[in-house]
């Protein structure tokens, strides 16, 4: 092929509307298109269909689709990574650049200068990025889940109460398991406030009793169920102290609140059924169990009659003496060796006491000896001290009465002394004790005068 080819690669020169024209060469309309290209800069919106970040390359090459077309795109890696945009195949990107064409191929591609997450796409990015620092921190591990209670006797419900779902899951339960109380929190499901009232709404919940808590609302766009990827909400979610069920959209939509719950339902019907079985379930299960019971209790029945009749065959129920046989011989035996000990250890002990008896004669006779002779000396002194004692209180008794005598009254009287006294007995000490023409007696050693005082002085 030469070089005088046109764009459609064929050899021969093409005409010219306006006159003749020279033929380009395939590079100068490469230059030429590159040049009309390059000139327009234009925004782009689609989805990412395809994408290429290897390490080693110095552009990041994707493709961009809508419903008619796609464009096959590249982005310098200084730009892209100063643009700090996590891009994954479905996400929803809007671009500028412009239309390039890359002549060693022919192909034009678009020349990319900004990337940025568009609408639904920078949601999805958002709810998978929170997803994965979730996933890290263990919240959607299967070990960390709790089971659901077999058999609850308080639902907990947290829907809004205007939607279709809170229909399906109470007309589901009253069918199901009418045995439950259900305690319904409305709260509304959408907008920027639904987080917090659907926090609010299981926590309440489970203050009022609830064993398990549905967290359900009807289907909607991915931004209607976006209160669902709410961090706080799943965070609660996992702080529950009772299992979490969620029954969120429809069958493919899935939720952060989806992954943290302790079981994720398809949607709020098959929600409400799998927090309890149904009535026929829970016949069918307790008619087996009742029959399984009574097939064991027969066959414990029968074992134990099987035992019994084995150890009533037993000599020992047979012959009930012979369980005392063993130890009634033993006590013959004792009795027998204690018949034949008992004569031998009293005579011992008769020959034993009578050695003992032999050896304290003599001790006794010495320890007498010495006692009589011990009582014969206390018996002499005691006589002497006897003796003694009457001489020493005759003296004691004549120094005493000696001394009563000069202390006695009627010795001083018997020395000239008299004792006066009024007629009232009293005695008279001082001449200011009898007045005068009062009757005083005067006691003398030999008898008693009875005067008149005719007068009386005070010595100075």
Request: hydrophobic share 45%; aromatic share 4%; with cysteine.
């Amino acid at each position: 092929m030469t070089d005088d080819c046109s764009l459609g690669g064929r050899s021969e020169v093409a005409p010219s509307v306006e006159g003749e024209r020279s033929a380009l060469s395939v590079s100068a309309a490469c230059s030429l298109a590159k040049e009309a290209l390059e000139s327009v800069v234009v925004r782009v919106i689609g989805e990412v269909s395809e994408l290429s970040n290897k390490p080693g390359y110095k552009a990041v090459y994707f493709t961009v689709k809508d419903a008619r077309s796609s464009l096959p795109c590249m982005m310098w890696n200084n730009r892209f990574k100063a643009a700090g945009v996590e891009v994954t195949v479905g996400s929803l990107v809007e671009l500028t650049g412009r239309f390039t064409l890359y002549a060693a191929k022919g192909r034009m591609n678009f020349d990319v200068f900004s990337i940025a997450l568009a609408g639904e796409g920078e949601l999805r990015m958002r709810v998978a990025n929170l997803a994965r620092a979730l996933r890290a921190e263990g919240l959607m591990e299967p070990e960390r889940k709790r089971a659901l209670p077999r058999y609850p006797r308080t639902i907990g419900l947290v829907t809004s109460p205007r939607g279709a779902a809170v229909h399906d899951v109470l007309r589901t339960l009253r069918r199901r398991y009418p045995l439950a109380k259900v305690l319904l929190a409305g709260v509304p499901v959408e907008g920027a406030a639904a987080p917090a009232a659907l926090i609010e709404g299981m926590q309440r919940a489970v203050v009022d009793g609830a064993e398990v808590v549905l967290l359900v609302r009807g289907g909607g766009s991915f931004e209607d169920l976006m209160p669902f990827n709410d961090e706080s909400l799943a965070r609660a979610i996992a702080a529950m102290p009772v299992p979490v069920v969620t029954g969120i959209g429809h069958e493919p939509d899935t939720s952060i609140a989806d992954m943290v719950a302790d079981l994720r339902a398809s949607t709020p019907t098959a929600a409400a059924e799998a927090v309890a079985d149904s009535l026929d379930d829970i016949d069918a299960h307790l008619r087996s169990l009742a029959s399984a019971l009574a097939v064991a209790q027969e066959r414990r029945v029968v074992r134990g009659q099987r035992e019994l009749e084995r150890l009533a065959l037993l000599p020992l129920f047979r012959e009930p003496m012979r369980l005392l046989q063993a130890d009634a011989q033993r006590l013959d035996e004792s009795a027998q060796r204690l018949n034949d000990a008992l004569p031998r250890m009293i005579a011992a002990d008769g020959e034993r006491l009578a050695r003992l008896r032999a050896r304290l004669a003599p001790i006794v006779a010495h320890r007498a000896a010495e006692e009589a002779a011990r009582l014969g000396g206390l018996r002499q002194r005691t006589v002497l001290l006897g003796r003694a004692l009457p001489e020493r209180f005759s003296n004691e008794l004549a120094r005493n009465a000696a001394r009563l005598h000069d202390l006695s009254p009627l010795a001083v009287l018997g020395r000239g002394y008299a004792i006066v006294r009024r007629g009232d007995g009293g005695i008279v000490k001082s001449v200011r004790d009898a007045e005068v023409g009062a009757a005083v007696n005067v006691t003398l050693a030999d008898g008693e005068l009875f005067c008149k005082v005719e007068g009386k002085e005070e010595s100075s």
